[in-house]
């Protein structure tokens, strides 16, 4: 198997919709799922090789919807590649500096200590934690165009420039 290796960067704010959150606040997850990727990919395919029927092409057909190409959830990156962070990874909650995996703690283990950053990079007995940029943005709910009067929501979106 071969892997291909991108990097995104994200412009312009997005939201990638999360199943959490309240009623007036629409939340954005903190990476890009594949299958948003593959979107991505197949609809510049598409574009690139101009066709009217794409699933009808033999080579559109087996990547995109047949599945011969996976693509795989992006996460945030810089100089490291980054993973979501196992729950039971948490930072000491004095001395960041300190980290520990409660998984190999015994039973009698005490050190105040909190979570860690949402994606982390561990390498060379070092735990590297990067977080996604996030921003809320208030607006009026419209149908039709028109703003509903009281009818407010919240939205969260990844932050441009990551």
């Not at 943005?137 to 028109?146: D, T």
């Amino acid at each position: 198997m071969k892997a291909i290796k991108y990097r995104i960067s994200i412009v312009n704010p997005i939201i990638i919709r999360a199943r959490r959150g309240d009623a007036n606040m629409v939340n954005t997850e903190s990476y890009i799922p594949g299958s948003n990727v593959l979107g991505v990919f197949a609809s510049l395919y598409i574009k690139n090789q101009t066709l009217n029927d794409a699933h009808k092409d033999n080579t559109f057909y087996n990547w995109f919807l047949k599945g011969d190409i996976e693509f795989a959830n992006a996460y945030v990156a810089d100089d490291r590649r980054y993973f979501p962070n196992p729950h039971s990874i948490k930072k000491d909650k004095y001395d960041e500096s300190k980290v520990y995996d409660l998984m190999f703690e015994d039973d009698h283990f005490s050190e105040p200590s909190k979570p860690n950053k949402a994606f982390v990079n561990i390498a060379d007995l070092s735990v590297y934690g990067k977080s996604v940029k996030k921003s809320i943005s208030f607006h009026n709910a419209k149908a039709n165009g028109i703003s509903k009067k009281g009818a407010i929501f919240n939205y969260e979106s990844i932050s441009g420039n990551q």
